[in-house]
């Protein structure tokens, strides 16, 4: 190998590169982030234009994730993460290994202990060497001589030189893991109805959508939803039974953060929506003279379509509804009303109109027109859209109102008029007319105020409900989690710290068994070795040993 190859090599496992390759791919996940992933082509082109959308779809920002640079950079960091462990593994490991020969010794930090003992020699090694076992040195090599003076070594924490390789080792099989499950994995979608079962989920990345078969079947038992008082879902569970081979393999009910697991494919609880619900309601037509009625049996997202123009569909179900009704005159307050539905009206004249009908409460409806304001307008009208023969009076009242002229004001004289000449034509007596009237005439002006084109009565309706299902298969999960142990295990050592520490015992006086022991450290005065002098002091303590002269973290002379 050249001498080019090897610093490219030296590179490319520094910290100095990982460090760019770690700041690119920090800076490109934040694009990712702010950038919808797998949207269509319509999508990008309405938020970025067409120009943005070319340039973003020609370097796979749509699905960063996948793209081949995005996966070069996670391979660069893998090969830069593999050569710091090729280069610095076996040095580390080395250094962890018991120690055959004694290392060089310092001579800068070291602390001077002069001790009288009424002991030989050897009791004199032994004791110093109990001393500093007992404060944590393991791995002594002893070297004596017959010149009165004995060396010996001592170190404790080397577990923390595996730190750097337990490290790396993590990274580098988290990152394994990732691209196993990139490559191999995927993430599909099941909307399944309460009862039903399917064996097929569905992908979708963009303009792509692609069907993928399930190792197993997948029947949904229950959906079960939770409310909260205002109507809202507090929560949503569904009781699943997986089928393999015609056998119940799994059986459980999962929510928001409780998924299922099956082998190496997990299923998580993402959505609900209805699946075409049953409904029934009735169609007052008030654009027509004589408002004609038509009982529709329906269902969720179904389209009526009619050969003048019109068109209706059925939006929405909800079996929950919270709107704001007047508790006193002056004070209203949020109820749940119950189930409402929402159909969409479009007409040729008018353009688009949704309206809200409430099973329980037929003399309220709500509406939303196209392009003249974002929210429901409730409206109280006089009657109830279920009463038919009211529905009689108000067609006959409000073609006899326009017949007196004006469009949206008239005067008291001339509703009068138009109430008198509506009971005529129907032959009617009411005991309670003023009532009907003061019914007939809200209900009017509220029609007129706001170019209401028709009535909508919410008759009845069955629930039926599907649950969406997000479909997982990470096969590189296992990995994955063996990569965070090692990376766990290594952070926790890592910081571990190694003292070394080199024992002198020399005879000074053999006469008065005086000695002199000197302990020298790699380490600075401020770390460790006090507490070591410390714990040898209290240990030869216990060993009846007299100090005659104490000296600590002065330079050796």
């Known amino acids: 190998m050249t001498i080019s190859w090897k610093k490219l090599l030296k590179y490319l496992g520094s910290m100095s590169f990982a460090f760019i390759i770690l700041c690119l791919l920090a800076l490109v996940s934040i694009i990712g982030t702010v950038i919808a992933q797998n949207r269509s082509t319509d999508f990008y082109r309405a938020t970025y234009g067409d120009a943005w959308q070319s340039v973003l779809q020609s370097l796979d920002i749509y699905d960063m994730y996948h793209s081949w640079w995005y996966l070069s950079l996670l391979g660069f960091l893998l090969l830069s993460m593999c050569l710091a462990i090729w280069r610095h593994s076996p040095r580390s490991w080395r250094s962890f290994q018991k120690i055959h020969k004694l290392p060089r010794i310092p001579n800068r930090y070291h602390a001077r202990l002069t001790v009288t003992q009424d002991t030989s020699k050897c009791e004199q090694e032994s004791s110093v060497a109990q001393a500093l076992t007992k404060a944590g040195f393991k791995d002594w090599m002893e070297q004596s001589n017959d010149c009165n003076e004995t060396l010996a070594f001592g170190r404790k924490g080397r577990i923390g030189k595996l730190g750097f390789i337990g490290v790396h080792l993590g990274l580098i099989t988290i990152l394994i893991g990732g691209l196993v499950s990139t490559q191999l994995g995927y993430r599909a979608a099941i909307n399944i109805p309460e009862g039903e079962s399917v064996q097929q989920a569905h992908i979708s990345s963009g303009d792509d959508h692609e069907t993928i ?91 009526h379509a009619n050969e003048d123009g019109n068109r209706v569909t059925v939006k929405a179900l909800r079996e929950h509804t919270v709107i704001n009704l007047p508790e006193t005159p002056n004070q209203r307050k949020s109820r749940d009303v119950g189930p409402s539905l929402d159909i969409e009206m479009q007409t040729p004249a008018i353009g688009t109109t949704t309206f809200r009908s409430y099973l329980h409460f037929p003399h309220i409806i709500a509406f939303k027109k196209l392009g003249t304001h974002d929210h429901m307008l409730t409206v109280e009208l006089g009657i109830s859209t279920k009463d038919n023969k009211m529905i009689e009076i108000l067609a006959a009242y409000m073609r006899h109102l326009f017949a007196e002229g004006g469009q949206q004001e008239f005067s008291d004289e001339q509703k009068q008029t138009a109430f008198s000449k509506t009971l005529t034509e129907l032959k009617l007596t009411p005991s309670n007319k003023k009532d009907v009237e003061s019914a007939i005439a809200k209900t009017a002006d509220a029609l007129i105020l706001h170019d209401i084109p028709a009535l909508f009565s919410f008759n009845g309706y069955t629930s039926s409900l599907y649950t969406g299902l997000q479909v997982a298969r990470d096969p590189g999960s296992s990995v994955v989690w063996l990569g965070c142990l090692f990376l766990m295990a290594g952070l926790c050592v890592i910081y571990i710290a190694e003292y070394r520490v080199w024992v002198n015992i020399k005879v000074l006086n053999t006469r008065k068994k005086q000695y002199e022991i000197t302990l020298r450290s790699e380490r600075p005065c401020g770390i460790g070795v006090s507490q070591i002098v410390n714990q040898l002091q209290q240990s030869l303590k216990e060993t009846e040993y007299t100090f005659d002269e104490v000296t600590v973290c002065q330079s050796l002379t």
């Open 213 to 303: 078969d399930l190792p197993f079947e997948i029947r949904n038992d229950k959906f079960v939803i939770d409310y909260y008082e205002t109507g809202r879902p507090s929560g949503f569970q569904t009781d699943l039974t997986i089928i393999q081979g015609g056998e119940t393999i799994a059986q459980k009910r999962i929510s928001v953060n409780d998924p299922l697991t099956i082998d190496d494919i997990t299923l998580y609880q993402a959505s609900f929506g209805d699946a075409g619900s049953p409904v029934n309601f009735t169609f007052t037509n008030l654009r027509l003279a004589d408002f004609p009625q038509q009982q529709i049996d329906s269902n969720i997202n179904k389209i």
